[in-house]
C-alpha cells in the first residue's frame, strides 16, 4: 500500500495540476504538507468542505500493470473502495455551527484505486462529508462528503464508513471556536483547491507518501482473575466444540438414570444368583382341624370309699375324678411298686426274658427266717445261688417279699443308695408328697398320697415286662413253690393288678389297673385307695377298689372325632403353598362325659419330602396322650411339588 498524494489527505490532484508535472504514468504525486491548500485545517474553512476537525487517511492499491489512474472525462471509476474509520470526540465547550461537521469525528478512509481507473481532474469520490449533502459532479474533492443520509449524484460513489470511539479523550485535539480568528502565524486556507497553501508554524511539511507517525499509548492494565472451574460435562462439550445442554429436569432424570442404571440391573442379578442357590425351606405340616373334643353328658358320679382317700384316671386321658383329702400316709408294700420300677429302669428287660442273674447273699437268707415276725417273705432262698431279675420282680410284686426287696436294693447300689433313687424318681414324675425310707415300704415313715401312686402306676402300665407280671394271679418260683397274688382282682373285669399293701399303721392300700376294649382303643384306667381300715384292712381296700374300677369301664364310651378322609391340616413349603393333608380312617376316641380330649397333628418318621405324589402318608394324628391315645396316618390330597423360579426369586428371610 502507498499512501496518495494530493493536496489534503483523502483527495487526489487533478491531472496538469502543480505538483503532478514530471511524474510517471499511473504513479501517484508526492502528498502536499499538512495544512496548504486543506479547507479542513486550522485555517479555516470553505463553503460545502468538511470540518477541521476530519482527517482521513486514504491508502490505495494500486494493481501492477494497470495503465493511468484515471479514466477519460476526470472521473473516478468505481474501482476505488474507501473505507472510512471515525474516531469519535468529547463534546466539546462551544457547539459547532449548523451547516459544519462536529469536529470530535475523525475519519480514515482507506481506499482502494484500482491502477488505470482514475482520470485527471476527477474529484476524490472516497470521501464523502458528514451530513445530509448531495455530491454533483466535477464538484473539488467530492470525495469528503458529510456522513449521514445523502444522495449520490451520477459520477460519485457512496462509501460505507465505521467509527472509532477512543477510550480517552486527550487523543483528540482541542475544537477552534467557531468565527474565532486563527492563531498567529496560521495563513488563512486558499480559495481553491489548485492553490498552495503555507505550512502551519510548527509543523515540517511531510513529503510525498511519507505518513507521520502515529504516537502509540499503550492501554491501561487490567487485572485478569481467574474463572472458576467449569463441570466436566461443560469442559468435555469445549474439547468436542459442542456446548452442553440446558439443564432441565428431564435430563437430569435422564443421566441419574444411565448412572444408577447398570448399578441396579448388576444388584438384581447377584440378588436372583443368591436366591436361586439358597437352601429351600423345610416344609412344616400344620393341623387345621379342632385341636380338642369334648364328650357330651353329665359329669361322672363314682361310688367311692367311706374313708381314706382315692383316685381315678383314665392313661392318655386323665383324671376321672378323686375322693378324700390328698395328704401323706403309710403305704405298706405298695413301695415295692417303685422299687421295681426303678429296677427296670436301672437294668431294662423286655417281655418274657428272665433278665440278669442276682446272687442270694446271707441277709436274704436270714430275711427270709422273718415270716414268723408277721413280715412277707420268701423263705426257700439257698445263699450262693441265684435268682433271675423276672423272678426277684415276681416275688415282690405277688407275694410282696420283703426280703427279695432288700436283696435288690443291695444289689443296684446298696440299699441307701437305693432309697435315694427311689425318692429321685418321685421327683421326676410330680410326686410331690411320697417320700421312701426303705425298699419294702415296711417302715411307717414312708408316705404317699393316692394321687401321686396314680402317677407312678401311669408310668407302670407303659411298661409291658412288669404288667405281665403283676396281671398274673399267682407265681411259681425256681423250686416249683407257687406263690399266691394277694391282689384278689386278677384275672377279673380286665384287672391288671399292680401292688397291694398292709400294715396296721397303714391299713388296706391298693394301687391297681385294669384295661377295656372301647371301640377299636384299648383304653387303660389307674386307680389307688389308701388308708382303709375294715375288717379285714387289706380285703376292704380290695373290695372298694373293685367298686370304683367297674364304675369307670361303665362310663367309658367311644366317639367318632374326626371321619375319613376329612381335611385336619396342610403342608406348607415355606414359600406360600399349601397342600391338604386329610385323615386316612375315622378316628375315633375314647373318653367319658364333659371329658376333653386334644388332637394332633406330628410329621412322619422323616423329614417331609420337597415333593410327594397325591396320597403319599407324610403324618400322623393323634388323640389323646399316653398309652390310650389313638393313631391315625394322614396322607396329601393332592401333588406336592417344587416351588418354582418366581417363588425362589421373590421369598423373603
Not at 468436542?240 to 444388584?267: D, E, G
Not at 425310707?437 to 415313715?445: Q, W, Y
Amino acid at each position: 500500500m502507498a499512501p496518495s498524494a494530493s493536496g489534503a489527505p483523502g483527495t487526489r490532484a487533478p491531472a496538469g495540476a502543480p505538483g503532478n508535472q514530471g511524474t510517471p504514468g499511473g504513479q501517484t504525486p508526492p502528498r502536499t504538507p499538512a495544512g496548504s491548500g486543506d479547507p479542513r485545517t486550522a485555517g479555516g474553512t470553505g463553503s460545502g468542505e468538511p470540518s477541521d476537525s476530519e482527517r482521513t487517511a486514504v491508502f490505495r492499491a494500486v494493481k501492477p500493470g494497470s495503465g493511468a489512474g484515471t479514466a477519460p472525462g476526470g472521473q473516478a471509476e468505481d474501482s476505488e473502495r474507501t473505507a472510512v474509520f471515525r474516531a469519535v470526540k468529547p463534546p466539546a465547550p462551544a457547539a459547532p455551527a449548523d451547516d459544519e461537521p462536529s469536529d470530535s469525528e475523525r475519519t480514515a478512509v482507506f481506499r482502494a484505486i484500482k491502477p488505470g481507473t482514475a482520470q485527471p481532474g476527477t474529484a476524490n469520490p472516497g470521501t464523502a462529508r458528514q451530513g445530509n449533502s448531495t455530491a454533483q459532479p466535477g464538484t473539488a474533492n467530492p470525495g469528503t462528503a458529510r456522513q449521514g443520509n445523502s444522495t449520490a449524484q451520477p459520477g460519485s460513489a457512496r462509501q460505507g464508513n465505521s467509527t472509532f470511539v477512543p477510550l480517552r479523550s486527550d487523543d483528540v485535539p482541542a475544537r477552534p471556536t467557531p468565527g474565532a480568528p486563527p492563531a498567529p502565524g496560521a495563513p488563512r486556507a486558499a480559495a481553491g483547491p489548485a492553490q498552495a497553501q503555507a505550512p502551519a508554524p510548527g509543523r515540517a511539511p511531510v513529503p510525498g507518501g511519507v505518513r507521520p507517525p502515529v504516537p502509540y499509548e499503550s492501554p491501561e492494565r487490567t487485572t485478569q482473575q481467574p474463572l472458576p472451574p467449569k463441570p466436566p460435562l461443560d469442559m468435555l462439550a469445549d474439547l468436542t466444540n459442542n456446548p452442553p445442554p440446558p439443564p432441565s429436569a428431564a435430563r437430569t432424570a435422564l443421566r441419574r438414570f444411565k448412572i444408577y442404571a447398570p448399578i441396579l440391573v448388576l444388584l438384581a442379578v447377584v440378588l436372583a444368583v443368591v436366591q436361586l442357590v439358597r437352601p429351600l425351606p423345610t416344609p412344616t405340616l400344620k393341623v387345621t382341624a379342632n385341636t380338642s373334643y369334648t364328650f357330651e353328658g353329665g359329669a361322672p358320679n363314682l361310688p367311692w370309699p367311706k374313708e381314706g382317700q382315692a383316685y381315678m384316671a383314665a392313661a392318655g386321658l386323665g383324671t376321672v375324678g378323686s375322693f378324700g383329702e390328698q395328704k401323706p400316709v403309710a403305704i405298706g408294700s405298695v413301695a415295692k411298686a417303685m422299687t421295681a420300677y426303678v429296677i427296670l429302669k436301672d437294668f431294662p428287660m423286655k417281655k418274657g426274658e428272665e433278665g440278669r442273674m442276682i446272687p442270694v447273699d446271707k441277709q436274704a437268707v436270714e430275711d427270709g427266717k422273718k415270716e414268723t415276725e408277721g413280715e412277707s417273705t420268701v423263705n426257700n432262698l439257698k445263699e450262693g445261688g441265684k435268682i433271675s431279675q423276672k423272678d426277684a420282680l415276681s416275688a415282690i410284686m405277688i407275694p410282696s417279699a420283703n426280703n427279695v426287696a432288700r436283696l435288690l436294693a443291695r444289689w443296684d447300689g446298696g440299699q441307701e443308695a437305693f432309697v435315694r433313687k427311689m425318692n429321685d424318681t418321685a421327683k421326676e414324675l410330680g410326686m410331690t408328697n411320697t417320700t421312701y425310707t426303705d425298699p419294702s415300704g415296711l417302715d411307717a415313715t414312708t408316705v404317699s398320697t393316692a394321687e401321686d401312686q396314680v402317677k407312678l402306676g401311669l408310668k407302670i402300665v407303659e411298661m409291658p415286662e412288669l404288667i405281665a407280671i403283676t396281671k398274673q394271679p399267682s407265681w411259681t418260683d425256681a423250686s416249683g413253690k407257687k406263690w399266691r397274688n394277694y391282689n384278689d382282682l386278677v384275672p377279673f373285669n380286665g384287672s391288671l393288678g399292680i401292688k397291694t399293701g398292709s400294715t396296721t399303721k397303714a391299713g388296706g392300700n391298693l394301687l391297681f389297673a385294669a384295661h377295656k376294649q372301647v371301640g377299636k382303643t384299648d383304653q387303660l384306667i389307674v386307680g389307688a385307695v389308701l388308708g382303709q381300715h375294715g375288717v379285714p384292712i387289706l380285703g376292704t381296700a380290695i373290695e372298694a377298689s373293685k367298686d370304683v374300677m367297674i364304675a369307670t369301664q361303665k362310663m367309658l364310651k367311644a366317639a367318632r372325632v374326626i371321619e375319613k378322609g376329612t381335611v385336619v391340616g396342610y403342608v406348607d413349603d415355606g414359600l406360600g403353598t399349601r397342600v391338604p393333608v386329610v385323615a386316612t380312617a375315622d378316628v375315633e376316641a375314647v373318653g367319658w362325659p364333659t371329658l376333653t380330649i386334644s388332637t394332633k397333628l406330628a410329621d412322619g418318621a422323616g423329614q417331609l419330602p420337597q415333593t410327594a405324589k397325591a396320597g403319599s402318608e407324610i403324618g400322623m394324628l393323634t388323640v389323646g396322650e399316653g398309652a390310650s391315645q389313638v393313631k391315625v396316618p394322614v396322607a396329601l390330597q393332592s401333588d406336592l411339588t417344587a416351588p418354582g423360579i418366581g417363588k425362589k426369586l421373590t421369598r423373603v428371610g
